[in-house]
């Protein structure tokens, strides 16, 4: 029995559940948080079941407060969960009124969720605040997991939306490509048949040229205008010839046969010397076997073009020309370097002179397709091709091809 009842606000921060019942068991004062779990409390005995203590209780102020010296455990009926107090009555003196002191008696967390208990409604004393506290960190990491699996859901969409269109742009990109091949063909077809469409009447025309003998008596004016028209055609046939070799080497597969690059080389020599009509020596130095697996046609073309530039880029003040070609080979590969004395190439033009029609100089016929068609051929046979120069000394053109390739 306690004497005197002590402020009712340091009551409650005490025992935040207690309650208070007159003579009758009727409600005169509730803890606050106990009017969270029901704010509705009027009597006693419709508010809550005696669990403990069992048999013998009755629902009188007496009954209760003879068993004021035993652990009462109380069930409130009405509330969002099933929610036991667990405490103690006391009898306060002179009034005739009982205080409950206790509170919630928890074994099961989801309790916590279903009453909307907080960590603020329990005494700070009272243990089941840090039962609380591992659910709440509990929870935290649950939702921290959660919030995470989230962002990563989000994020796994980006990427799978990313690839999607990644995958899209690879498709277009292919069916672009197929489509660019195609028509590449195409393109190469037609400049082929084109080509070798107008080379049939210019060689007729060339033909008919050559058959009007030298010696019948044409008047000067005549004789002129037939070198020109001669001099035109024979630009123009170099032209076409140039770009069938071009469309050759871009259409056909390679076709690998074994041949002597000593043999090829003295029959360009031969040709050049029979076509040039001043004089060019030229030497010919081989170290290592010479015999080479490659593509007849193409490496015919590339050392004409380049041999050919040689003779024809001739340093007109020099008193001799001369062109040198070495053949040597080592580690599967063939080198060709072909030098000449002639008028060497500007340092501004050296970046340029395999572009297609890239001319350095206009002094010399030429279409400036040579040397581009020398670097796709040799595009094609898997090898190199380089130029080192100097203006007004000369220039060294180096080949590198495979001697042979495997099957
Ligand atoms: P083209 O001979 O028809 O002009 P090319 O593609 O064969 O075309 O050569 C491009 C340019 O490179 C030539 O115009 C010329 O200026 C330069 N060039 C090529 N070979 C030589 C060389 N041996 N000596 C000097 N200049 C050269």
Redesign the pocket.
Known sequence: MIKRLSDPALLDLLFPFHFILNEQLGFIQLGSSLQKLNSKLQVFEEDFDLVRPGLGIQYTFDSINSYSDQVFILRLKKSAAAILLKGQFVRIADEKKLLFVGSPWITNETVFEKTRLRIRDFALHDSLVDLLQHVKVQQMAVEDVNEMNQVLIQKNEQLVALNREMRDAREDLEIKNTELSKINTELDKFVYSISHDLRSPLLSIKGIIQLIPVKEKISGGAAKYLQMAEKSVNRLDQTIQ?ILDYSRNARLDLKLSSFSLVQMIEGIFADLRYANEYPVSFSLEVSGSTKIQSDKYRMDTLLK??I???V??RNPDSLEHWVKVSVSSRNNQHIIR?S?N????TEK?MPK??DMF????SS???????????KEIVVRLEGTIE?E?VYGV??S?TITVPSAYQE
């Open positions: 140039e073009n380049v050919g530039n040689a024809k880029y072909v000449d002639g008028t060497g190439i033009s002179i395999f890239y001319r350095g100089s010399v016929s030429g279409t400036g397709l040579g040397l581009y068609i020398c130029v120069s000369g220039s053109f």
